[in-house]
């Protein structure tokens, strides 16, 4: 597949969408229509944290909390990684700057996962949604 292939799909599901007063579960919906519409549908589209009771910390938000707004030590990252078992994951985290004095810390908090079964069905995937996300 050349490069010309992969932006047709990307430019039809490439408007950015506003995340505004939304929820994670919202907006893994709306990511998961635009690329539905745009022959891109992945396997499947999932807030990150989707265990009753696994800690928000450690496995990621919910589907019903808030996504997160965008400050100025704060960003959105996407990611392309083999799956655990099968096929590929692509995986939005939010990634936020702790300052502390002349240091700080980074931390990372999932917030998507979508899972394709082809590499190059991941990295269309992943092209898409950073333009829906304003990423790029």
Not at 16 to 28: E, I, L, M
Not at 81 to 97: K, T
Request: net charge negative.
């Amino acid at each position: 597949m050349n490069t010309t292939e992969l932006d047709l799909p990307v430019a039809l599901a490439a408007a950015p969408f506003d995340t505004v007063g939304k929820t994670v579960g919202a907006v893994v919906n709306l990511i998961a229509t635009r690329l539905r519409k745009a022959e891109l549908e992945p396997e499947w589209a999932v807030a990150a944290n989707w265990v009753p009771n696994a800690s928000d910390s450690m496995a990621g938000l919910k589907a019903d909390a808030a996504w997160p707004e965008r400050a100025d030590r704060d960003r959105l990252c996407l990611s392309v990684a083999i799956g655990p078992s099968e096929g590929w994951l692509v995986q939005i985290d939010h990634v936020r700057l702790h300052a502390a004095g002349d240091g700080g810390h980074w931390s990372s908090l999932p917030l998507v996962r979508i899972k394709t079964l082809t590499r190059t069905h991941a990295w269309a995937v992943a092209a898409a949604v950073s333009r829906m996300l304003d990423i790029d």
